[in-house]
């Protein structure tokens, strides 16, 4: 599955409760639902009733499996609801290019940024969160997560707020209207360091070796 679409799947997207049932996705936004679209494998597309918001991905051809109801089941998502999604390993350690759009799908559903330029996403699974900021940090930005409590049907819910500081806040969305409140940082750029080395102990070790020339 492409990593952004993935993204806005763990974000607007309803998991089918069993193998059988179809992936469905809620959003208005009909740049984002354009480019979700534009991703899907060929033959599959969103289909849904009019005046609707939510949507079914299916496919041309009837009577055989659904690849993304197949694909979802094998990365362990199919049942999952909104508080025990989680991003799969395959999507988290995985080249730049993966966990950039991978960002993108999941900042365009559930991610904010203010008139002043602050970036942060927003869910109610814990596991989404700690996997959202290791994928983030993984990109070279900063997360600071905090809990707070949103309004979910007559009530309020617990939910994580992951404030993100990034030399590109920008780079962190694709749709237009998000990307258009962003700022550029103006300030010194931020760099990931390494702030200390700890002895573990003497461990067997084996030499890689690299394609790169420089060894």
């Known amino acids: 599955i492409h990593p952004y679409v993935m993204g806005v ?3 607007d997207g309803t998991m089918p409760a069993t193998s059988t049932r179809s992936v469905q996705l809620t959003n208005t936004s009909q740049e984002l639902l354009e480019r979700f679209c534009g991703l899907l494998e060929h033959d599959y597309e969103l289909r849904g009733k009019l005046g609707h918001i939510t949507y079914r991905i299916t496919r041309g051809e009837k009577g055989k499996k659904n690849y ?3 694909a979802l089941d094998g990365l362990g998502l199919v049942g999952r609801r909104s508080h025990t999604k989680f991003i799969p390993d395959v999507y988290k350690y995985n080249s730049r290019w993966v966990r950039e759009w991978l ?5 365009d559903t559930d991610g904010t940024v203010t008139k002043c330029g602050q970036a942060s996403y927003c869910t109610v699974s814990d596991r ?11 990109l070279g ?11 979910y049907g007559d009530g309020h819910r617990r ?3 992951c404030y993100i500081r990034a030399n590109d806040v920008g780079g962190l969305f694709s749709l237009s209207g998000k990307v258009a409140r962003c700022h550029a940082r103006t300030k010194t750029p931020l760099r990931r360091t390494i702030d200390r080395v700890e002895f573990v102990g003497k ?3 084996k030499c890689i070796q690299i394609s790169d020339q420089r060894g």
């Open 203 to 205: 461990k067997v070790a």
């Open 103 to 107: 960002v993108r799908g999941l900042m």
């Open 159 to 161: 939910a994580l707020q």
């Open 141 to 151: 930005h900063l997360v600071r997560v905090r809990e707070r409590f949103v309004k």
């Open 9 to 11: 799947l763990l974000g």
């Open 128 to 138: 989404l969160a700690a996997d959202f900021k290791e994928v983030a940090q993984s």
């Open 68 to 70: 993304y109801v197949h």
